[in-house]
């Protein structure tokens, strides 16, 4: 399951990179499937101003990497990538003094070396990616919708709509400035949807999977500004819009949800969540110390949804909110028909 971290935290292949300003004093590449945390004998030198840089389950060539041909590295969404044992992590010290001899970084205090740097503490490796999932699924049809509709999240799927393709590897933001998404189902085109000049959205089949809980997905890094067309990550439930004993809706009920909104014509429902959006009456709880309107590197979105109603045949579209309508009435005048009759 998507953050199982005895899965997705073990490292099978580490490289570190010790870089002298632009310069790449020393590399040095273990790979062990039992899972690595420790590179060690990395041929340097002595000297003040170094950094110590690392990339964990990779495939990129970094002999001879200057440090900014390293830290612009990208990455892409691929299938690969919901295998947790595919996901690419990175770490970057601050500048430290490397000395003649045995140095150790991160190690604990009492070990034996020339030059103990950041006792104790090791160098921070992080996940490039995110994580979105699905912690559970109710259904409690609000009492206007009890006798007509239900749904089972026991026969539903999931998908990623609206994820981004790309990201950078470093930085303090991984966003990168392409405008390529992917989607794991296709659906009809809302307000998210990337179709402005210059986006790309494609099929990524690997971002839809069978509901269950802790189902989700390993995604990037992405940003939600409307009024610069960046676009919402969604996490969505669909599945077969039922009437109230559970079996497929037929006519005329099946036509009144279509043209409701509430399913497409085969009768399929979807219910969108936008992931770590401010609105939409969500409510958060646990670490939300990196902001809203983003999906950001290394943290696990984990979802409880509570469907209370159909859902929507656009889940690219904002779902609706409640609102008040005001209404006046007249009452009609009497059609008066005078009537004469003789008897």
Request: hydrophobic residues 35%; proline residues 5%; negative net charge.
């Amino acid at each position: 399951a998507v953050g199982d971290d005895l899965t997705d935290a073990k490292i099978t292949k580490l490289t570190a990179m010790v870089y002298a300003g632009q310069i790449q004093e020393g590399i040095k590449t273990v790979e062990e499937a039992d899972g690595v945390l420790k590179v060690e004998g990395i041929p340097c030198k002595s000297g003040a101003n170094r950094v110590l840089v690392v990339v964990a389950n990779h495939n990129y060539e970094l002999t001879g990497k200057s440090l900014n041909e390293v830290e612009a590295l990208t990455t892409s969404l691929t299938a690969e990538n919901q295998n947790a044992k595919n996901l690419i992590m990175t770490g970057k010290s601050a500048a430290f003094t490397i000395k003649p001899g045995s140095n150790h970084y991160g190690y604990p205090g009492g070990t034996a070396s020339d030059n103990l740097v950041s006792a104790g503490t090791p160098l921070a490796v992080t996940r490039v990616h995110a994580g979105i999932s699905f912690a559970g699924v109710e259904v409690n049809m609000a009492t206007q919708y009890q006798n007509y509709y239900s749904f089972k999240p026991a026969d539903a799927k999931i998908a990623a709509l609206v994820a981004k393709k790309d990201s950078k590897i470093f930085g303090n933001s991984l966003v990168s400035n392409t405008n390529a998404y992917l989607y794991g189902v296709q659906t009809p085109a809302g307000l998210y949807t990337p179709d402005a000049a210059g986006e790309t959205y494609e099929l990524e089949a690997s971002l839809n999977t069978n509901y269950a809980v802790g189902a989700g997905f390993y995604v990037l890094e992405s940003k939600y500004d409307a009024s610069n067309e960046l676009r919402p990550t969604i996490l969505c439930i669909y599945g077969k819009l039922l009437d109230k004993d559970g079996n497929p809706l037929t006519e005329p009920a099946l036509t009144d949800a279509i043209n409701a909104g509430f399913c497409d014509e085969d009768g399929t429902t979807y219910y969108p969540v936008l992931v770590n959006y401010d609105g939409n009456g969500y409510i958060y709880s646990g670490a939300i110390t990196q902001g809203q309107n983003k999906i950001v590197r290394n943290n696990h979105y984990k979802i409880t949804l509570n469907i209370t109603g159909p859902g929507t045949n656009t889940p690219e579209n904002p779902q609706p909110v409640q609102a008040n309508l005001n209404v006046t009435c007249q009452v009609t005048p009497w059609v008066v028909v005078n009537q004469a009759a003789t008897w």
